[in-house]
């Protein structure tokens, strides 16, 4: 009696904690299920629709965050250079090209799926495409990089790995036919300190 007790509650113990934790897990990532990929910049267009998945209702719930809902825009998340490698603080990046047509866009740091926040006011950890320096032909370049940079430049801390979110408002990307070639900005690592 004791024996079959003891294996019941183990059980019961073992389902709570898998349960939990894998929820835990599935909610704690920003969903990309349906997904748009773009030259490595991922986005998922369903998040802002009428009814979205069940993980993306869940990780909002969570985090506190809001969607962009489908009219206003689409937000993609990159964690990886061009070779495939981990953006780390620790080393210098050139974000370099243009993006799809819109009205604003947003380049933010995300450090743990959420914005970074300033270690001291005045240090940019967010770019909009109002307030950056372009070429003549249209095309920027933005460094991230541990310290200041000539140009644009953005913070992503001292150290460890980091990703980018790129915010497209009032663009036409979401319903896109095919006929235009879409371009997102490269991410090019130019060395590590």
């Given at each position: 009696m004791i024996r079959e007790l003891s294996t019941l509650l183990?059980?019961?113990?073992?389902a709570l904690v898998l349960g939990i934790g894998s929820a835990v897990w599935a909610t704690g990532h920003y969903p990309l299920f349906g997904e748009l990929a773009i030259n490595g910049w991922n986005a998922n267009p369903g998040v802002g629709a009428?009814?979205?998945?069940?993980?993306?209702?869940a990780y909002f719930a969570r985090s506190g965050g809001l969607p962009l809902a489908a009219a206003e825009g689409v937000a993609f998340v990159r964690d990886a250079d061009d070779d495939g490698d981990t953006l780390n603080a620790r080393c210098i990046y050139a974000v370099e090209?243009?993006?799809?047509?819109?009205?604003?866009?947003?380049l933010?740091?995300?450090?743990?799926?959420?914005?970074?926040?300033p270690p001291?006011?005045?240090?940019?950890?967010?770019?909009?495409?109002?307030?950056?320096?372009?070429?003549?032909s249209g095309d920027f370049d933005i460094r991230i990089a541990p310290l200041p940079q000539p140009?644009?430049?953005?913070?992503?801390?001292?150290?460890?790995?980091?990703?980018?979110?790129?915010?497209?408002?009032d663009t036409s990307i979401g319903s896109d036919t095919g006929l235009t070639d879409l371009?997102?900005?490269?991410?090019?690592?130019?060395?590590?300190?």
């Open positions: 183990y059980g019961v113990a073992l009428d009814s979205p998945d069940p993980y993306s209702q090209g243009d993006t799809p047509g819109a009205r604003l866009w947003t933010t740091v995300l450090s743990g799926g959420e914005p970074l926040q001291a006011e005045g240090t940019p950890v967010a770019l909009h495409s109002r307030s950056i320096l372009r070429f003549r140009g644009n430049w953005l913070y992503a801390g001292s150290s460890g790995p980091f990703a980018l979110g790129l915010s497209l408002y371009r997102m900005p490269s991410i090019k690592n130019l060395g590590c300190s």
